[in-house]
């Protein structure tokens, strides 16, 4: 096969972005697809509608302006005279474009209008250097979309790579699909919009159809596992009940009956249980622990991080450790007699409730007599180490949790070997978060809304999504927000830091100071995302809040929803059109599911709920929520192929099986 360098234009510089940006082989390069395209067409200015995008001419009238805002955001504002009337253009982060611009220069300018005679630009370029038609744009780290198109152009004119078809002859006539050969020509270099639609609906449907057929070899190698009734108290759980200083929600009642009906089963439970932070998934699991306990089994609880597994331990000793319960707590931390007393204590069955990370699925950690497995947020965690946990028992239920809640219908498609639980309301008293948008030139907004907090006795978060800033990205560091931070607020005011590279004893020592109010803002990264329960925190602002997906700032915002007390979450972004029309979301609902499907639209599950863990690939083009008539289309056609015997389909199945273990499914 020929190798990468013996395209032309391809240097050692070039191979080596190319390899950082995962393209290794020829073949790489050329499965590398548009992440979209460019309709390059010049409207007039009578056609511009506000707020949508458009390509414009003008000529520039009056040399450019630049703003340094801050540290790797500026902005320049242009003056064109587009058909005889003056516009007013803003660009963010083109500085470097001042020296070539000169007044009289004729540019064609693309953005979207906010109003008639003021335009958010996204891209400006020379008149005499712009290409008309469609144009395929690469999503592609230090490489332009117009370099690399002429690399895969070489590479498809020389055949430097061998195409097969992989997919049955009778697949392809079925769907209308395009032949591999013609697909590779026309996903490149599309001619019409028709060529556009034919190419991306032949990559969904592969990428769909070898999903699907995952699953469908999954569920072939694994079958119901049958295993003794669980046997428990039923007067002591019902008296565990009566004492919660609560009363449960309905849909903590369903949940907790769903779970009971599968303990009571011969069949080994495999459950998830879904719910927005704060709304008692915890309870729920609580009970049906107390409950195995009472019949003599022991119960392990994993969570992803030490910080969540703290906060389970403080949750669960406050409700278990009155009615007898022994529990343990175990992570890498806990070493020497501590650690030896503990696994002696669990081997012998003196432990009742071992909760810890990572460190529960070690080949030491030996149970007595597991049986009951709950794993917390268990996308976190790959199917090798859920697989190890629960072989630490004969066949115990598992209950897995996850606070990103998942759309009943794409759950039921992913998640066809579990049954799912889904808790969707608040217990009441709970007020609303109040969530808004901050442009970066207003964030004082947001540093007087925290003085405000601060004033009442109240605590806040900050969070970035970096530890350190690079070169490469605006993106605000730990240490730069902490600056804005003391900078922005009364002196005395106690601030602390907390990211996930601090020592343990570090981090510990920090959210003690947190918890105790010894610490009133805490500049974190996204370590806080789960686990931590302070109730007197009421304010949280979240710097570069477009770095981050939708369910995962809902996760975030979720650390301020913990009182009847009034919170707020204040998003603040660079100020892109299109980023406040994705945050505006979150603006206004507070439903994990709704926000979660929206995320879905955005960005598709694997970025949301993590490939690795939960064997959702990352999608180059397919979308699990815009594509169901498809979805539906490889569903049947994945179980035509597990059951067909032609050369094609058998050949497809063996593909499909070498990469099976890369995919992790459960």
């Known amino acids: 096969m020929t190798e990468l360098i013996n395209i032309k234009g391809i240097g050692k510089t070039s191979l080596a972005r190319l390899n950082q940006n995962r393209i290794m082989t020829v073949d790489d390069l050329i499965r590398t697809y548009p992440s979209k395209y460019r309709l390059n067409e010049i409207k007039s200015i009578h056609k511009m509608i506000l707020n949508e995008e458009i390509t414009i001419e003008g000529t520039l009238n009056k040399n450019p302006l630049v703003y340094y805002i801050r540290k790797k955001l500026t902005k320049m504002k242009l003056s064109l005279l587009i058909e005889g009337k003056n516009v007013d253009v803003t660009i963010f982060n083109r500085e470097f474009l001042k020296n070539s611009l000169f007044v009289g220069d004729l540019l064609v300018v693309t953005g979207r209008f906010q109003t008639p005679s003021q335009l958010m630009a996204s891209d400006i370029v020379k008149k005499q250097n712009y290409l008309e038609g469609i144009i395929p744009e690469y999503k592609l780290e230090g490489i332009s979309s117009k370099l690399f198109s002429k690399w895969i152009d070489y590479a498809l004119h020389y055949q430097f790579v061998q195409i097969e078809e992989r997919l049955p002859e009778y697949i392809l006539k079925k769907n209308n699909l395009l032949e591999m050969n013609r697909f590779f020509q026309v996903v490149h270099h599309p001619m019409t919009l028709q060529d556009v639609e034919q190419s991306q609906n032949r990559i969904k449907y592969e990428e769909l159809l070898e999903f699907f057929l995952r699953l469908e070899i999954m569920k072939s190698e694994h079958k119901d596992t049958f295993i003794r009734k669980k046997h428990y108290d039923i007067h002591k759980v019902k008296e565990f009940v009566s004492s919660l200083p609560f009363e449960l929600t309905e849909d903590q009642k369903t949940a907790t009956n769903d779970i009971f009906r599968d303990l009571k089963s011969n069949r080994q439970m495999n459950r998830l249980l879904q719910g927005d932070t704060g709304s008692g998934k915890t309870v729920c699991a609580a009970i049906a622990i107390y409950a195995v306990v009472t019949g003599g089994e022991q119960v392990a609880l994993m969570a992803p991080t030490e910080l969540l597994a703290l906060q389970h331990q403080r949750t669960l000793r406050e409700y278990l450790t009155p009615f007898g319960v022994n529990i343990a707590f175990l992570s890498s931390n806990i070493t020497g007699k501590d650690r030896d007393l503990i696994l002696d204590d669990l081997k012998r069955g003196q432990i009742d409730l071992l909760i810890g990370t990572h460190s529960l699925i070690q080949e030491n950690v030996e149970f007595k007599r597991l049986g009951f497995v709950v794993i917390d947020e268990q996308h976190r965690f790959g199917v090798h180490q859920r697989k190890a946990l629960r072989q630490k028992g004969l066949s115990p239920d598992v209950l897995f949790m996850s606070a990103t809640p998942i759309p009943r219908t794409l759950a039921i498609t992913i998640f066809k070997d579990m049954d799912i639980s889904s808790i969707h309301s608040i217990p009441p008293g709970r ?236």
């Open 431 to 666: 007020v609303p978060v109040i969530t808004e948008m901050i442009q970066y030139e207003s964030v004082k907004a947001s540093l007087d809304r925290m003085k405000d907090e601060i004033s009442k006795n109240h605590q806040c978060y900050v969070i970035v999504p970096l530890i350190e800033g690079n070169e490469e990205s605006s993106s605000i560091s730990i240490d730069e927000a902490f600056e804005l931070v003391s900078n922005g607020l009364p002196k005395g005011i106690r601030i602390g830091i907390l990211h996930g590279k601090m020592k343990s004893q570090e981090k510990e020592s920090i959210l003690q100071s947190f918890y105790k109010n010894q610490i009133q803002v805490l500049v974190s990264t996204t370590v806080v995302e789960v686990g931590l329960n302070v109730v007197n925190a009421t304010f949280m602002m979240i710097l570069n809040a477009n770095r981050f997906g939708l369910s995962q700032l809902h996760q975030l915002r979720g650390r301020v929803r913990r009182s009847q007390t009034q919170a707020y979450c204040h998003l603040v972004h660079d100020g892109l059109k299109e980023e406040e029309s994705r945050l505006d979301i979150l603006c206004k609902t507070i439903d994990g599911f709704e926000i979660s499907e929206a995320d879905l639209k955005y960005r598709g599950p694997g970025q949301i709920f993590g490939e690795e863990q939960t064997g959702i690939p990352r999608f180059k083009m397919a979308n699990f929520v815009l594509d169901q008539q498809l979805i539906q289309i490889a569903i049947e056609d994945a179980s035509l192929l597990i059951q067909s015997c032609d050369e094609k389909s058998v050949e497809l199945k063996k593909q499909i099986g070498k990469t099976f273990e890369t995919y992790h499914l459960d």
